[in-house]
């Protein structure tokens, strides 16, 4: 059986909980987040409405509030310590059967799942990196299997790249599941038709020569001395403001999610032609939003989101080709790229969380519940 096939089932199925709970066993699960943000939040709140008490949320701090998060989680979170040698006692919670965590990069989430393993409990590494075929990915796979891959069990990244990365490292086919990320479809809603959108062309993220605005900057101006007429803006923050200014590129501050919902909405291309990047949340923030997408071959969601129907690939720092063509295109096909772009977007999300949990929850709790009988049946024949 390939466990990371998904079955068309909406939410956690449920039927888990209830035979658990019929046979006197109980799962217990817990979540490892570092920094956990507002969007991860999303992603789980189904998942800790659907499981109430048995299942414990804990971060590191992240950029928001705690009391940000909860609200956006739906339950309270356990702020744990940056402690190597962090136990389950120390945060005065069970040991869980199913353990999810944010990757081997953080020692005491490392140190969790150890004990986990110890007790006989499933692992799951949440992985965000992409498939770069890197010197240090090669050396690193070597790591991973040696001292890491004892640890997990199953793998979530975001994209078709992280599996990729994955299955380098080791982890054996059908054990990598995609759908770590995904914006909120509530939140990012269908703009207005692309002909009612003011701007031609939106970048949304830091300002730094490591997202390529340096090539982003040269497309405006080259493309303006060619005679083309358009709007470009840009949200965030960052040491390069000054230069995408200087370029005619409008620039307004980061005020949160709903803000740049708003903004996405008004805009027709999201341009992200970054030198080097993971799976890109903006990129399905866009998408949701009907934005085409102009995505460098940098960025790891342009596997899993971009299509010939929904926009352009570029070079990393080089986006000038793609928005030449953007702006070229036929009125029909540019029409078409708002449903498109939504339509590949809803694959990835809250729900598709809620689905890859429901398949490795299910494969969990059927190995706790026969190690459970095992147990009781040794038990007995003890007794006997």
Known sequence: MQTSSLHPVKGVPGRWFDSMQEDGFT????????????????LLRPVVSKLGKRIAIIATQGPQSSEEIEAALGSSICIAPEDSHLCWNQLDLQVPNLFFHSGWAYPNFRSLAREVKRQGGTVVSMVDNTCKHSLRQEFGKYIFRWRYRPQVDFAMVPGASGQELMKLFGMPDGSVYTGLYGADPETFQLGPPWSERAYHFLFVGQFISRKGLKGLVGAARLLRSEGMDFRIAAVGAGPMRADLESAGIEVHAFTGAAEVARTMQNARFLVLPSMEDHWGLVVHEAALSGCGLILS?????????????????????????????????????????????????????????????????????ASQHTGAKSQRGDSVRNMN
Do not use: K
């Open 27 to 42: 799962m217990r699960v817990a979540v490892a987040w570092h920094g956990l943000p507002y969007y991860g939040a999303r």
């Open 297 to 365: 071959t940098a960025v790891g969601s342009h596997r899993d989101l971009l299509s010939v129907r929904n926009g352009f690939i570029c070079e990393p720092g080089q986006p000038a080709p793609a928005m030449r063509q953007a702006l070229l295109a036929d009125p029909l096909w540019l029409s078409a790229c708002l449903p498109e772009s939504r339509r590949s977007a809803l694959a990835f999300g809250p729900q598709r969380w809620s689905q890859v949990f429901g398949q490795i929850y299910a494969h969990a709790a």
